[in-house]
């Protein structure tokens, strides 16, 4: 039977590649010359370190544009964290990597699938959702429902089978 599997996963490799010119860029400005701006990554944390709100935003513009050069969709960033002080002048802030789809959004792709009238099953498993159904032609009118209906959740679709 036919199936695919519907994911969160950001290529972790371009994702590296990008903050590391972010940070080479950071390092080169004029404008950031004897500041505190930096990007540090641990696992799946991002913190942006600055000396003002206004170096935050052009650290974070920085990093987005990298992303789009490297292809890595800049959804993936939950950027929805607040900017703290952390002495001084000193702020930062932490953007975390979404991997894997909440149940929340399982459970939403799983009853628009349900609700489509297709001839399509959605299971969730643990992380992914699986998407089965007897046709080839209807896994991809699913594939193309779940990206209309979720335009804000970077979905990727893996382990196309026949």
Do not use: C, W
Not at 48 to 53: E, H, K, N
């Amino acid at each position: 039977m036919p199936s695919f599997d519907a994911v969160i996963e950001p290529n972790l490799v371009e994702l590296r590649n990008a903050l590391d010119q972010s940070s080479k860029e950071i390092g080169n400005r004029f404008d950031f010359k004897g500041s505190s701006a930096r990007i540090e990554h641990k696992d799946k944390e991002i913190t942006l370190f600055a000396d003002s709100d206004f170096q935050i935003a052009q650290v974070t513009d920085i990093l987005l544009a990298k992303l789009a050069k490297r292809g890595v969709d800049a959804r993936y960033l939950d950027t929805g964290a607040k900017i703290e002080k952390i002495g001084g002048d000193k702020v930062k802030q932490t953007l975390v990597v979404r991997t894997g789809i909440e149940g929340d959004i399982a459970k939403k792709m799983q009853t628009l699938v349900k609700q489509s009238k297709m001839k399509v099953q959605a299971a969730i498993q643990g992380d992914s959702v699986r998407v089965s159904g007897a046709k080839r032609d209807d896994l991809q009118a699913a594939i193309t429902l779940l990206r209309k209906e979720l335009p804000d959740v970077p979905l990727s679709f893996e382990n196309f089978r026949d």
